[in-house]
C-alpha cells in the first residue's frame, strides 16, 4: 500500500452540516504504512482530507475551510508526512496553534515493519522519498529515525504489517465509529499469531499458548475461534475461565487510568500460534466483558484469521 498518489477531496461531497471543531484528524507514517488507503476511508466517510499538507499551515487551512463558506466541510483530515521534509520540524508549533484555536488534534500514526514496507515498494517499483542514492531499507531508517519522536507522542498507532487495504479499511472504520456515539475512548481487541509476528501498535500482549491447541483436534482444527464449538473448548480448559477473569480485573485501573490520562485508543492484543483459535476466542470473550464498560467503545479485529 505505498502512498505513490495524492487523494483529492470531492468538493461536491462534502456534508453540509457546519465543522465542529472537535474534529481534526491528522495521518501521517511511515510511507508505504497505507495512509492514502487510510485517507480514501476518511473521504468516503464524509471527511474533508487535505494532502501533503506543511505542518505551519495546519490551522491556517482549518480555519479557513471551517468558517465563512456556505457549504462547511463536516470534518477536517490532514495528510502530514516525510514529503513536507523540513516543515515536519514545525509540526509540534503546528498542533500548538490548532489547539489555541479551539481545536483537539487527532494523530493518528500509521507504521509497518521494514520488511512489508520493503515488499510494498518493491511491488510497485518506486524509490522511497529519503532513499537519493542510497539502497531501499536506507531511505526506510532514515524515515523511521526522523520519526520516532513523533510516533512515539501520536494518539493512536495502527500496525498495518500484515493487512491488506480491507482489512485497513475496517480497521479504520472501527476507530472513527458510528456517527453521534459519545465515546471517550475506543479499545481495539485483537488476536493474532505469533508466527507472524506480534503487532506494532499493541498496548498489552497476552500470550495463548498456555492453552491446548484445538489444531491438534482434528474435528476441530476446520473451525475457528469464532465458532461455539471452538470457543467453548478453549474456554473450558484448566485456567482458562480464571486467566479471563484475572485479565479483566487487570486491565479494569489501567482502562481507567488511560481514560484519565485522555488517551483515546488502546489496543489489547492476544496471540497464539497461527491465531486461529485460542486467540480468536479469547478475544472475543474479552470483547464480550467490555462492552458495558462506561465511556469504552470495544472492537474486535483478528489480524491472522484465514491466512493459514
Known amino acids: 500500500m505505498p502512498d505513490s498518489t495524492a487523494p483529492t477531496a470531492d468538493h461536491d461531497d462534502v456534508g453540509e452540516r457546519p465543522a465542529d471543531k472537535n474534529e481534526f484528524l491528522i495521518l501521517t ?3 508505504g504504512a497505507g495512509r492514502t488507503s487510510a485517507a480514501n476511508v476518511l473521504e468516503d466517510a464524509g471527511w474533508y482530507v487535505i494532502d501533503n499538507l506543511p505542518p505551519q499551515m495546519l490551522s491556517a487551512m482549518a ?3 471551517a468558517g465563512g463558506q456556505a457549504r462547511k466541510p463536516a470534518k477536517l483530515a490532514a495528510v502530514v508526512d516525510i514529503r513536507a521534509r523540513t516543515f515536519f520540524t514545525d509540526f509540534r508549533d ?3 496553534r490548532l489547539r489555541d484555536g479551539g481545536w483537539r488534534p487527532t494523530v493518528i500514526f500509521l507504521d509497518a515493519t521494514d520488511e512489508a514496507l520493503v515488499r510494498r515498494f518493491e511491488s510497485v517499483r ?3 522519498p529519503l532513499q537519493g542514492e542510497g539502497r531501499l531499507l536506507d531511505g526506510i531508517q532514515s524515515e523511521r529515525e526522523a520519526l520516532g519522536e513523533l510516533r512515539a507522542t501520536s494518539d493512536v498507532l495502527i500496525d498495518t504489517s500484515g493487512l491488506n487495504v480491507h482489512q485497513l479499511t475496517a480497521k479504520v472504520k472501527q476507530f472513527l465509529g458510528p456517527d453521534g456515539t459519545e465515546v471517550r475512548m475506543r479499545v481495539a481487541v485483537l488476536s493474532f499469531g505469533f508466527k507472524y509476528g506480534i503487532p506494532l501498535d499493541a498496548d498489552i500482549v497476552l500470550d495463548m499458548r498456555f492453552l491446548p491447541n484445538p489444531f491438534w483436534n482434528p474435528d476441530l482444527r476446520p473451525f475457528t475461534g469464532q465458532d461455539a464449538v471452538v470457543s467453548d473448548f478453549v474456554l473450558s480448559q484448566p485456567g ?4 479471563l477473569d484475572r485479565a479483566e480485573a487487570m486491565l479494569e485501573p489501567m482502562l481507567q487510568g488511560y481514560l484519565r490520562e485522555g488517551r483515546s485508543y488502546v489496543t489489547i492484543a492476544f496471540g497464539c500460534t497461527g491465531g486461529k483459535h485460542r486467540s480468536v476466542a479469547m478475544a472475543e470473550a474479552l470483547r464480550g466483558r467490555l462492552d458495558d464498560v ?3 467503545r470495544a472492537v474486535v479485529v ?7
Do not use: I, N
Not at 302 to 308: A, C, S, V
Open 294 to 296: 462506561p465511556g469504552l
Open 94 to 96: 503546528g498542533l500548538d
Open 29 to 31: 507514517g511511515m510511507s
Open 302 to 308: 483478528h489480524r491472522d484469521l484465514g491466512r493459514e
Open 126 to 128: 518506486r524509490p522511497h
Open 240 to 243: 482458562a475461565a480464571e486467566f
Open 63 to 65: 480555519e479557513l475551510l
